[in-house]
């Protein structure tokens, strides 16, 4: 309360494995509430700063514990507020009591004391207060923080790394990434991260090694099983990164990305024993509910009845695609649904051999 430094947005303490490990602060706190509790059958004010305390804080500590949270500053703004109260209200009494009894110049050097003082605490406060929220203004600054303030905090280096990956940082991100696992080596969150920073530099095999990982340690992972689908469909391996897919879409079932990927490997893979045309029929109809109609939705869907030998199906649904990549993008799709517009034409099926 009274020395807060340095500030961790997550301090990744571990939970005690016995009491004897917090006597000392559970004698503490303990002490505290009786006096507070006290206070309140003899109706002392102070205790009512002492129930702020307890009753705003008890939520989050006691009542329902978070309990992969052991410590956060956050769980302490509004409870510390009650302290805070307490020790200025404190500082205000003793003085006054000080000017009283000084008298004459003495109490002027007291009263400008008290001033100088209250000012150097406010100005110091406010400044603080300015630092600490510009490290809340973006994921990477406040994870950078509470990097610096716990550097073995594994939770804190896998977001800080996930914060650098969304900017496109791979290379910076995997260090951090990798000092997490090194720390604790079951973080499935952590192991994904690192096999997307890896993917993205397009170390593949090394990433869906990662991305596996992370799935052995979380077999619901949906966004480890969608990255995993991906890293294997740019290897070319769409038959795993099919079955990638179609996990995810467990718990997310209507996820536009999911489907429209998984629509796409199914009515277009090379491999025979990949494609299945009722499937990615069914699921390129789903995407173009979910999605409005968009155009790649809209693209998935022609290759799927193509696939069905519907190609007059497929001819008016690329049609439709290009109005609508035409008019709300993408347009680079564009030239690629001509060359399909004329395939389907000519009753020919989409093969897409891309790695």
């Known amino acids: 309360m009274f020395v807060p430094w340095p500030l961790a947005l997550d ?55 978070i309990v992969t949270e052991i410590a956060a500053e956050h769980r302490m703004y509004l409870p510390l507020a009650a302290v805070v109260a307490l020790v200025v209200a404190g500082a205000y009494a003793a003085g006054r009591r000080a000017v009283a009894g000084a008298g004459g110049g003495g109490a002027m050097a007291w009263s400008a004391a008290g001033v100088a003082a209250a000012a150097i605490a406010i100005a110091g406060c406010v400044h603080l207060t300015r ?119 467990r718990t997310a079932p209507r996820d536009p990305i999911l489907l429209k990927r998984l629509a796409w490997i199914l009515a277009t893979a090379p491999e025979d024993d990949v494609r299945s045309d009722a499937e990615a029929m069914a699921v390129a109809r789903l995407a173009v509910e979910v999605t409005g109609g968009d155009a790649v939705a809209l693209d998935a869907l022609a290759a799927a009845q193509a696939e069905s030998g519907q190609f007059a199906d497929a ?32 009753g020919q099926k989409f093969r897409d051999s891309s790695r």
Not at 195 to 211: D, T
């Open 11 to 65: 301090y990744e303490w571990p939970a005690a494995k016995s009491f004897m490990e917090v006597a000392p602060q559970a004698a503490l706190l303990a002490a505290v509430f009786v006096l507070t509790v006290r206070g309140l059958v003899r109706r002392r004010p102070a205790a009512f700063l002492g129930a702020w305390f307890f009753l705003i804080l008890a939520p989050s500590s006691s009542v329902l514990p």
């Open 315 to 346: 001819v008016a649904t690329v049609e439709r695609a290009i109005a609508v990549a035409e008019s709300a993008g993408p347009a680079e799709l564009i030239p690629e649904l001509r060359y399909r517009l004329d395939a389907y034409r000519g």
């Open 131 to 249: 630092e600490r929220n510009l490290d809340f203004q973006s994921d990477e600054r406040i994870w950078e923080a509470t990097v610096a303030a716990r550097p073995q905090n594994s939770r804190a280096l896998a977001n800080l790394g996930a914060a650098l990956v969304q900017q496109g940082q791979a290379a910076e991100a995997e260090a951090y990434l990798r000092r997490a696992i090194a720390i604790r080596p079951d973080f499935p969150e952590a192991q994904s991260g690192l096999g997307v920073a890896l993917c993205m530099q397009g170390r593949l095999e090394e990433g869906v090694a990662h991305l596996e990982r992370a799935i052995a340690l979380e077999p619901g992972y949906r966004d480890a099983y969608r990255n995993l689908g991906e890293a294997l469909g740019a290897l070319g391996r769409r038959g795993p990164a099919a079955r990638a897919f179609r996990e995810a879409l």
